[in-house]
């Protein structure tokens, strides 16, 4: 079946432009996961979507970077202003249910940003 | 703080040989922890998981140990091949948790 999409695949802006990243989970995914690799780094998780339930923000650095996600399935991530610190790929994933409960992770191929 | 290292980020092995790949974890009780895979440009791709009350997990040329009194996984990979090569990360997350941890990755070379 069809993994996880995102799109565009590669971005390129000019400090100061706002973004949007879109992620399309595999379908009858629950949860949805928006991480952040920086060169050399690990994943830093950002956010979270569970269902219906409030999503975990804890992981956004600054308050230009927001997400949603509609009707349960695609997930909008929006960085406002962007920053050349702001470069990096951006990496989503879905799971059918909780990652504790030893569900596996499946990424998209990430949108690659750059800002010049 | 929690903070999970995997101690190598390069590894460079002979094709045919075993690799041992490290994942060290301290201020962390995991229920649950993942191998993934991440080719250059790819998102991760899962390998396997194994659960704090196991020792030991195969799956065909790879094995994953975890330790808790260590606070250790070890990846091997046996009969490696030059497509193994890739950046591997390890992730942990809690019971009930529905956040993963990851490490930074480990990238194998394995040389023909």
């Known amino acids: 079946g069809a993994g996880v999409s995102q799109s565009p695949s590669n971005k390129v802006t000019e400090k100061g432009k706002d973004v949007e990243l879109r992620c399309d989970p595999i379908?009858?995914?629950?949860?949805l996961y928006w991480y952040r690799q920086s060169l050399g780094q690990g994943l830093e998780f950002l956010i979270y979507f569970q269902g219906n339930s409030a999503p975990d923000k804890s992981g956004l650095p600054s308050d230009r970077f927001s997400a949603e996600r509609t009707g349960g399935s695609v997930s909008t991530l929006t960085i406002q202003r962007t920053q050349q610190e702001d470069s990096a790929v951006y990496l989503c994933?879905?799971?059918?249910?909780?990652?504790?409960?030893?569900?596996?992770?499946?990424f998209g191929p990430g949108t690659r940003l750059l800002v010049l | 703080s929690q903070k999970i290292e995997q101690n190598s980020e390069a590894l460079n092995i002979q094709e045919g040989k075993t690799a041992t790949l490290t994942c060290n974890y301290t201020n962390y009780s995991p229920a649950y922890l993942q191998w993934y895979r991440q080719d250059p440009g790819r998102g991760p791709v899962f390998l396997l998981l194994?659960?704090?009350?196991?020792k030991e997990k195969r799956k065909e040329r790879l094995k994953v140990t975890f330790d808790t009194t260590l606070k250790q996984s070890l990846f091997h990979i046996t009969a490696s091949q030059p497509a193994d090569s890739a950046t591997y990360l390890c992730?942990?997350?809690?019971?009930?948790?529905?956040?993963?941890?990851f490490g930074k990755g480990t990238k194998l070379s394995v040389i023909p």
């Open positions: 992730a942990l997350s809690g019971a009930g948790s529905y956040q993963l941890t």
């Open positions: 194994i659960r704090e009350n196991e």
């Open positions: 994933a879905s799971t059918r249910g909780l990652a504790g409960v030893g569900e596996t992770q499946y």
């Open positions: 379908s009858g995914h629950t949860a």
